[in-house]
């Protein structure tokens, strides 16, 4: 009797856990909330921000038919599920993202808290979501108490061209002690120039190079920082640590082509800015904002550019200056300035962040005191020193991204940055120091006037990144292109440095236009670039000329004329249409709209009917070998995908009319280049690789004739050696329209070329990053000190580009429409490789796509996240004999056959976990 209970009270126990776990299974799990593109953002400045989440769910077809936002004054509040901010109510909608917030208005310096759950395709509820939050800025001009402070340190007297002028750092503090006992204390601080926020003795925050590079003239960010856990209930000591930076260094090339101005592009003098928002738990306020009470003095840093580096003193230290109990008789008054012109906003991209830490893995001595530290991999960034000796020892760092012959590194093409960092040592024991203002791209750390022999500890590589590699993952059978992939991450973080810079190490580091459009796409498979290009689409939006052409760089700090070219201006068009296509985001294409229609117009005043010319700066196609494709047919083809794509922009936003007009304007562009540029025997008039990739991707080809255009271009390429002739323009729409046209195997035989010009090249020659020109370095020629130095970089992103053919059609993972709610998998399946394995974490969740053969059989092993679909191609006539599993697909009700042709199957499935093989 006792044991028959026993068996049945585990046999209800055991089916209700079952049932419990079946149910709990089913559920969907509502994760990664952001706001604005960020987690649990603080300070930002977005009247009517956008939330996004991300789902999980088990199962497959899995979607969301409703949702519910909760936001809340309070996490009290939000526990009890009172939305006394927003309460979105369930609304049917299937979107997970760009979800626009429509609550009360957000007030200034107030935190919010917010939820949210779904019902799913059976209208099943979710859980809430764990809470997030965020926090507003501060909104209106009049919430400002603070002056723009400084140190004078004089002024440069120096000749301009023949030496420089790097002033000291300035040092600025303030003493305060808060009345009552405070519940909450947050900064709000910025600077014209650099500054690191100190407090009682520590850095605020883990920033570096705040408050970013804008246009100051018309804007200047300022960060937030919660300081409530160190604040003291005694004395405290808020500082700044302020340097030239962006506004007042020295800037990309002026000084080697001797622009009038070097530096000082945006005003002379660094100034600092903000107040601390003290909260007392008596629910009274203090603000303590920058003002003429503040002291000011030098100190350690005596040079700090980020172009020529930094000195630090040590024996100067104010010791403790920005902590309580110093004695600062001796520091002055601040100067005050103005900030006449420019807006105070919210960065929203976020700032350049320590990545990544790296330990060298070794040191040589190419001559007697002259150590080299070797990173193992080209990054930007910094190195940590860690040192102890006597007083006044004076160590100085210099970085280089190669050696020469005799073991020295290779600065030639540093060209007039001079880069050298020098730390002067106040001997006390252990010293380790870290530069505030500067940063370098280098693999090799040069370090002289080191007290005894260095190990390993005394140089650490601080990588500097303004977005984190963590997008995607790729894998194949050819370990070159495995090593390839990691060049292309490495050099993208070394280059997404508050701007999409060009290169990281000379007199340059520009957001050249040209690289930054052709990689745009690239970018977004590696990183969540959403935020970050954003930020840079103000920039660029602020850089257009008046005349409207967008520029060859942004920012744009010089004042020099008619610096545009085609294929750079048009990033203008290019990079918002990306942000639309991979993220969902219509909101930064009404931003930039204006100013693209003004573009248009500014190329339809160039043209001659609907041709543009080429004009301006004309790079063409830049670094290309052997063949070089004419400007005219650069700046008229350009113009027609620029067309194109603005009309599918404002069909996004619903401006039909526009749409119609840009459609109009495209054939009208289409007609025209056929005329001009492609024979009836589906040559182009000018036979170059890159001639023919364009007019294809671009669709400028008669229908009738694509066909025959591919197939000249494979034609062209194997006769070349299966090798390219273009540049940073043409080679990945090479490889783009080779896989569009049928030649998959041919684009994995440029894909895994390892003769000169290819990628294999770089990779064999020991590259550890993407190099400027094809034949940057040879091993062999590591001798010559030139190294053709003046335009030699080791880390430019532009050829990288092959990234978006690795992720769009060797893995095949692609979205139909915006954002990867209808996802396309289409593998370039070939014999050429044995397998890839592609992932990609898109704004709708993680997507994976990898195929392998075993003898004859193709295996596909699919991931399709919640509340998305697929069309997934398989490349075989055969349905019969396609399998899932091991079933066959016909079997399968989740599975839809949407049709099959002799070349291949397409079937439709929604979320979850798939296994298609097929004997090809
Ligand atoms: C930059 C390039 C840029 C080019 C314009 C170079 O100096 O480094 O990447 O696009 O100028 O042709």
New binding site residues.
């Given amino acids: 009797m006792k044991i028959k209970f026993l068996t049945l009270f585990i046999t209800l126990l055991s089916s209700s856990f079952l049932f419990a776990q079946d149910v709990n299974n089913r559920a969907i799990t509502v994760k990664e909330l952001r706001l604005e593109y960020h987690v649990n953002p603080k300070g930002i400045d977005v009247l009517k921000p956008r939330f996004s989440w991300v789902l999980l769910g088990e199962g497959r077809g899995r979607a969301q038919t409703s949702y519910r936002i909760l936001v809340s004054s309070s996490q009290k509040a939000l526990d009890k599920n009172e939305g006394d901010v927003w309460d979105s109510g369930k609304t049917a909608s299937n979107n997970t993202n760009q979800i626009v917030y429509n609550g009360i208005s957000l007030t200034s310096n107030r935190t919010y808290f917010w939820k949210v759950k779904v019902w799913d395709e059976s209208s099943a509820e979710s859980n809430w979501s764990q809470t997030a939050h965020w926090s507003m800025g501060l909104l209106k001009f009049s919430n400002w108490k603070g002056l723009f402070i400084s140190h004078d340190v004089g002024y440069d007297k120096t000749d301009k061209y023949n030496s420089l002028y790097l002033p000291p750092a300035r040092y600025l503090r303030k003493s305060f002690t808060p009345a009552k006992k405070v519940k909450k204390a947050t900064a709000y601080t910025t600077a014209l120039g650099l500054y690191e926020l100190r407090l009682n003795g520590s850095k605020v925050g883990d920033d570096y190079f705040a408050p970013g590079w804008t246009d100051y003239n018309k804007r200047l960010y300022y960060q937030t920082y919660d300081i409530t856990e160190s604040i003291n209930q005694g004395e405290n000591v808020i500082g700044a640590v302020i340097a030239d930076g962006w506004y007042a260094g020295y800037i990309g090339?002026g000084l080697l082509v001797r622009l009038d101005k070097v530096r000082e592009y945006y005003g002379v003098n660094p100034s600092f800015m903000g107040q601390i928002h003290l909260e007392y738990q008596d629910g009274t306020t203090e603000i303590i904002a920058t003002d003429r009470s503040w002291k000011s003095s030098q100190g350690a840093i005596r040079e700090a550019d980020i172009l020529m580096g930094e000195v630090y003193d040590a024996t100067m230290e104010n010791t403790g200056w920005d902590a309580p109990g110093y004695n600062d008789v001796s520091w002055k008054k601040p100067k005050v300035y103005t900030y006449p012109n420019g807006e105070l906003q919210v960065h929203p991209g976020g700032l350049v962040k320590n990545t990544e830490r790296i330990r060298p893995l070794k040191i040589t001595e190419p001559e007697p005191g002259t150590y080299v530290f070797d990173m193992g991999k080209n990054i930007a960034g910094i190195a940590e020193l860690k040192v102890q000796g006597p007083k006044g020892t004076k160590i100085q760092l210099r970085f280089g991204e190669i050696l020469k012959r005799d073991g020295n590194i290779q600065t030639e093409n540093l060209r007039l940055a001079r880069a050298t960092d020098t730390y002067i040592l106040k001997g006390d024991g252990v010293e380790v120091w870290q530069p505030k203002f500067t940063y370098h791209g280098f693999q090799y750390v040069e370090v002289t006037g080191f007290p005894g022999k260095p190990d390993l500890d005394a140089i650490t590589g601080i990588v500097l990144s303004s977005t984190v590699n963590d997008a995607s993952t790729f894998s194949s059978s050819n370990a070159m292109n495995n090593q390839l992939y990691e060049n292309i991450k490495t050099t993208q973080s070394a280059n997404f440095f508050d701007i999409p810079t060009?290169?990281p190490q000379?007199d340059?580091r520009?957001g050249?236009?040209?690289?930054a459009q052709t990689y745009m796409r690239s970018a977004t498979y590696n990183a969540d670039v959403a935020p970050f290009m954003t930020k840079f689409l103000v920039d660029l939006d602020d850089a257009q000329r008046w005349y409207g052409a967008y520029p060859?760089?942004a920012p744009f700090p010089y004042s020099r004329p008619a610096q545009y070219?085609p294929a750079?201006m048009d990033a203008g068009v290019i990079i918002p249409y990306n942000m639309y296509k991979v993220y969902n985001d219509t909101r930064v294409l009404e931003y930039m709209y204006e100013g693209m229609e003004k573009f248009m117009e500014f190329q339809a005043d160039a043209s001659t009917d609907f041709i543009r010319p080429g004009g301006g700066?004309n790079?063409g196609d830049?670094?290309s070998v052997n063949e070089t494709t004419s400007h005219g047919y650069v700046g008229a083809s350009f113009y027609g995908f620029d067309a194109k794509l603005m009309a599918e922009m404002a069909e996004a936003l619903g401006k039909k009319e526009d749409a119609a007009k840009y459609k109009t304007l495209f054939e009208n562009i289409k007609k025209a280049f056929v005329k001009k540029y492609i024979l009836d025997t589906g040559y182009t008039s000018e036979d170059t690789q890159t001639t023919y990739a364009f007019a294809l991707y671009f669709d400028l080809f008669p229908e009738e004739l694509a066909q025959k255009g591919a197939d000249r271009l494979a034609e062209k390429i194997k006769k070349n050696g299966f090798k390219f002739s273009t540049g940073?323009l043409g080679t990945k729409h090479v490889m783009l329209v080779l896989s569009q046209y049928g030649y998959d195997d041919l684009a994995y035989k440029l894909f895994k070329q390892t003769e000169y010009p290819s990628w294999g090249y770089s990779v064999e020659n020991g590259s550890t990053s993407i190099w400027?020109r094809w034949n940057s370095y040879t091993k062999d020629e590591a001798g010559n000190s030139d190294l053709n130095g003046k335009?030699n970089?080791f880390s430019?992103y532009?050829f990288g580009s092959v990234a978006e053919w690795m992720f769009l059609h060797a893995a095949g993972i692609d979205t139909e429409d915006s954002g990867y709610r209808n996802i396309i998998i289409k593998p370039a399946i070939s014999k050429e490789m044995d397998f890839i394995n592609g992932s990609y974490k898109s704004i709708n969740g993680h997507i994976s796509s990898a195929w392998n053969w075993k003898g004859n059989k193709l295996i596909m092993n699919i991931e399709i996240p919640v509340n998305t679909r697929a069309k997934v191609y398989i490349p075989t006539s055969n349905v019969s004999n396609i399998k899932e599993g091991n079933k066959a697909i016909s079997k399968l009700s989740e599975i839809k056959i949407l049709k099959s042709n002799s070349k291949e199957t397409v079937l439709e499935i929604g979320s979850g976990n798939y296994v298609f093989s097929t004997k090809i």
Avoid: K, Q, T, V
Avoid at 512 to 515: A, H, M, T
């Fill in positions: 090339y060009d290169c000379r340059e520009l050249w236009l040209g690289d060859n760089f070219s750079w700066n790079w830049w670094l940073f400027e335009m970089s430019h532009a």
